[in-house]
């Protein structure tokens, strides 16, 4: 059994698909790991590290692929990373198929059977394998740590000798995995915290750590969580009202942390150009969806807007910025999902298994995923 771990190619990408302690893990099930040289370096870990752990170090993808029956990624490989892939491999990754359809077409092309983490579904059983979690989880953290640094004042009430600062007023929009940590990170600073969300599941959650929930209540709320426990995209008539609620709210806001998404759609518009227009100088937006398009008009990918004077903060991939964290956890996620589909120190794919019918891109050659076939197909 042999199991590839590629070095990213994205600029933008510091986090690694497998650890000294999960490549241990893989070699104790008798995988011979080969780790692409260089793959760990921004996440602190040096070829060494993998060595020592049992890998080979080996300098080209080409050659990590070559043979392979696994090849681990963290987003997309290219289909040039993957040339000479064996029919049949296992691919893993954050694939991210939606609109890329495209390319999962040439990725079938190499009849490998590429994995999208990130469909994994959210069941128990698969809690271990959630990338989507243990991602979000980091990147909600990690915005509140961003904002804090961007903001020009303090989190905490602070009473001093030399007069007192008021504390920060922190909104966060979107109450999901990543939503729920930037609470728990801004109420630990000491900020006074709200939220909102269109899940009525997620109030209870909010209010527990000690925020306070602020939501149009109505009937549509009350059916706003799919079974698969999602949000569903809301009405006009819901976001006239949503909009109207929250207008006068942001503008007393210190700092907006927006995370809000619809899976296999746009994010949701949240924050209008009006509403960073009503907040005083100096508050900053931290928009984690930039990268499906934005909760805050005006959020620029991987840049810092000031928009008279707020700042509009766009990190894509908010979880890499804590690429070590990050890579440890996807890394485990990884190894627990080949922990479902290698048997005695061989690849045995269950094909009915749900967690592997909702994840699986390609196979033998062509697009199976029913989300992503082609028209026609
Ligand atoms: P997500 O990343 O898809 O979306 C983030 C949040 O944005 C969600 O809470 C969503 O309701 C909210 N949102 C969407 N549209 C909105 C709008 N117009 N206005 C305000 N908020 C809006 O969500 P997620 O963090 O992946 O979590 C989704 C659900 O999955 C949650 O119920 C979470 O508790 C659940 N979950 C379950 C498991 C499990 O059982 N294994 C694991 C993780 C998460």
């Known amino acids: 059994l042999r199991i590839a771990v590629l070095a990213e190619t994205d600029p933008n990408e510091g986090r690694v698909s497998a650890t000294p302690e999960t490549i241990k893990k893989l070699t104790g099930m008798g995988a011979n790991v080969a780790v692409q040289a260089g793959a760990g370096l921004r996440s602190g870990l040096r070829d060494a590290d993998f060595e020592t752990a049992g890998a080979t170090v080996i300098s080209s993808a080409a050659e990590a692929v070559a043979g392979a029956d696994v090849v681990l990624s963290v987003r997309r490989p290219t289909t040039e990373q993957l040339a000479g892939i064996t029919a049949g491999a296992v691919v893993l990754s954050i694939a991210d198929p939606y609109g890329n359809e495209a390319e999962l077409e040439k990725l079938a092309g190499t009849r490998a059977s590429v994995v999208a983490m990130e469909l994994v579904p959210r069941i128990t059983r698969a809690q271990v394998m959630d990338v989507l979690s243990s991602q979000a989880n980091l990147a909600g953290y990690r915005a509140v740590v961003e904002a804090a640094s961007e903001y020009g004042r303090v989190f905490p009430m602070m009473m001093t000798a030399a007069g007192t600062i008021p504390a920060a007023r922190v909104f966060v929009m979107g109450a999901g995995v990543a939503g729920l940590q930037a609470i728990a990170t801004a109420r630990r600073l000491g900020a006074i915290v709200t939220a909102t969300d269109v899940r009525p599941a997620s109030k209870e959650q909010v209010e527990s750590l000690g925020a306070k929930f602020i939501a149009v209540e109505d009937e549509?709320?009350?059916?706003?969580?799919?079974?698969?426990?999602?949000?569903?995209?809301?009405?006009?008539?819901?976001?006239?009202?949503?909009?109207?609620?929250?207008?006068?709210?942001?503008?007393?806001?210190?700092?907006?942390?927006?995370?809000?998404?619809?899976?296999?759609?746009?994010?949701?518009?949240?924050?209008?150009?009006?509403?960073?227009?009503?907040?005083?100088?100096?508050s900053v937006l931290v928009d984690l969806a930039v990268?499906?398009?934005?909760?805050?008009?005006?959020?620029?990918?991987?840049?810092?807007?000031?928009?008279n004077g707020v700042k509009i903060v766009g990190y894509g991939n908010m979880a890499g910025r804590l690429a070590a964290s990050a890579s440890g956890l996807y890394a485990k996620n990884l190894l627990a999902f080949l922990e479902l589909v290698i048997k005695d120190g061989a690849i045995a794919v269950n094909w009915d298994d749900e967690i592997i019918k909702a994840s699986v891109?390609?196979?033998?050659?062509?697009?199976?995923?029913?989300?992503?076939q082609s028209k026609g197909a």
């Open 220 to 282: 549509e709320f009350k059916q706003a969580e799919t079974s698969g426990g999602y949000a569903k995209e809301m009405s006009a008539e819901y976001r006239a009202k949503q909009a109207e609620l929250l207008a006068s709210h942001i503008a007393k806001q210190d700092v907006v942390i927006t995370t809000a998404l619809i899976p296999g759609r746009p994010a949701p518009k949240l924050v209008t150009t009006a509403m960073v227009e009503s907040m005083k100088r100096g």
């Open 291 to 307: 990268e499906r398009g934005g909760n805050v008009e005006g959020a620029k990918s991987n840049e810092i807007v000031d928009h």
């Open 361 to 372: 891109l390609t196979r033998d050659g062509a697009v199976v995923h029913p989300n992503f």
